[in-house]
């Protein structure tokens, strides 16, 4: 009996050296309720993000039901201190600004520079640019009163300091660059032809510049899984689409460039030419042919190592699967199918996101069938096949998305998600699953 109960012990210690990630404390909140009809307007996968730390706060970004009642939304933000204690969310919504357009394309981004101005950009679909930046460093001088005076402008349709073109514009995108400046992205054009241009925000100057176009389509538009910033290198991988017609998403892309944007390599290390087009030389990684249930605008994420992630599913196999892209550091592209015990993605349904911390990939998988978000961790020293199931959070109609500042800074993996349900019942929430990796 104590030999097998110590080899039971050694065992399971070997196992959780082996998967070296589990989960120590899970709390959520509530932070509102979802708005009104079918239509998602919070917790979509292209958001990037709603939900952010800086410092020693984290803040969310969602609608929420305008006084005027159905189709009538403001823009809220949130902000609660997490560090060192978790304190509860403070909220306000921007009154001056009725979102009205049901779409699914016209979320919330949310950006905030080296300097604590909080940056908005909101309700697009091929229009102009729609931005609002707090009139002040905010994330750093926290005010004690949390309300929209801190925001004294109204929306704008340019990015103040930088050149146009402002629209016809959709996914907007902010990414932090380590030095505190903030880079904007975002295509000009429709679904199935357009172009993806990159802006930068000074914090010391305060201003924007165009870095300018980066990715020009041929008659067809690149969705991007993520716009990154790790360690230096800025990493987009996509896949192009010819149509408004998801079936005709077709292969996978990557590019880095390490000078933030203003010049790009291909994953082999040879320079490219800006803007780079479906057929720049050594951009294409993967070929994956039109009609294989390639849904755009999944997931990536880079780790402080120079390893690339991202997540993208297909059915090129005959069944469609999460596939994990990993790109080494040393430029070496695998695609692998991961192995997680859920529903086989129906088309089209919810996307998923991944998230790195140290050696440890976290891949956030809704399972639609069943109305859940799974949670699996899995490890570089198990060739990120070691997938292990962290958490499942119930009664889940949405794409999860992640803070990944504060994943980075505090290993508190936080979820922004959607509920399923009625209106009413059904609640924009925040998961926090404290990671021991
Ligand atoms: C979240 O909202 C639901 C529905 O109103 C309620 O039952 C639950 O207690 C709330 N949870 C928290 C943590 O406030
Ligand atoms: C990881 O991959 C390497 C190279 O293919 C192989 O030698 C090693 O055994 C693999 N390790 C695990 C834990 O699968």
């Not at 939304?73 to 919504?93: D, K, M």
Request: hydrophobic share 35%; glycine share 10%; aromatic share 12%.
């Amino acid at each position: 009996m104590a030999f097998i109960l110590s080899l039971l012990v050694s065992f399971s210690a070997l196992f959780s050296l082996v998967h070296g990630i589990s989960i120590t404390g899970t709390s959520y909140t509530n932070i509102s309720n979802d708005p009104e009809g079918s239509v998602h307007l919070n917790a979509l996968s292209f958001q990037q993000s709603p939900l952010t730390t800086f410092g020693d706060y984290q803040y969310v970004a969602y609608y929420a039901t305008a006084p005027a009642g159905y189709g009538h939304h403001y823009v809220n933000l949130g902000r609660r201190r997490v560090t060192p204690s978790v304190s509860a969310w403070e909220t306000f919504a921007f009154t001056d600004y009725e979102q009205k357009t049901l779409d699914e394309h016209n979320t919330i981004s949310m950006g905030i520079s080296g300097d604590g101005k909080i940056h908005l950009s909101f309700d697009h679909h091929d229009v102009p640019l729609n931005y609002r930046v707090s009139s002040t460093g905010v994330a750093k001088t926290l005010p004690s009163a949390w309300t929209q005076a801190s925001f004294g402008g109204a929306v704008q349709h340019s990015l103040p300091g930088s050149t146009g073109p402002w629209t016809p514009l959709t996914y907007p995108r902010f990414e932090r660059l380590a030095g505190g400046d903030l880079l904007m992205e975002f295509r000009i054009g429709q679904s199935g032809a357009g172009d993806s241009y990159i802006h930068r925000y000074s914090a010391s100057s305060g201003s924007w510049t165009a870095v300018g176009k980066y990715l020009q389509g041929q008659d067809n538009n690149a969705y991007i899984n993520g716009f990154t910033s790790e360690a230096g290198k800025l990493y987009v991988s996509w896949t192009v689409r010819e149509t408004p017609d998801a079936a005709t998403n077709h292969d996978f892309y990557f590019a880095v460039s390490e000078d933030d944007g203003k010049t790009w390599k291909n994953s082999g290390g040879a320079a490219v030419a800006k803007p780079i087009t479906p057929s720049t030389s050594g951009i294409k990684v993967f070929t994956i042919p039109q009609n294989s249930e390639i849904m755009n605008q999944e997931a990536q994420c880079a780790d402080a190592k120079g390893r690339f992630h991202a997540l993208m599913r297909d059915k090129s196999s005959g069944t469609a699967k999460w596939y994990h892209y990993l790109r080494t550091s040393d430029g070496k592209f695998t695609k692998t199918a991961i192995n997680v015990a859920v529903s086989t993605p129906p088309y089209l349904q919810y996307r998923g996101k991944l998230a790195a911390v140290g050696d440890t990939l976290v891949a956030i998988i809704p399972d639609a069938p069943k109305n859940v978000v799974t949670i699996w961790g899995a490890t570089a020293s198990g060739n990120y096949s070691d997938w292990k199931s962290l958490a499942t959070i119930a009664n889940m109609a949405g794409e999860p998305l992640v803070d990944e500042e504060r994943l980075k800074d505090s290993g508190v993996l936080s979820v922004f998600v959607r509920q399923g349900g009625a209106y009413g019942e059904r609640k924009v929430q925040v998961w926090d699953y404290m990671l021991a990796v």
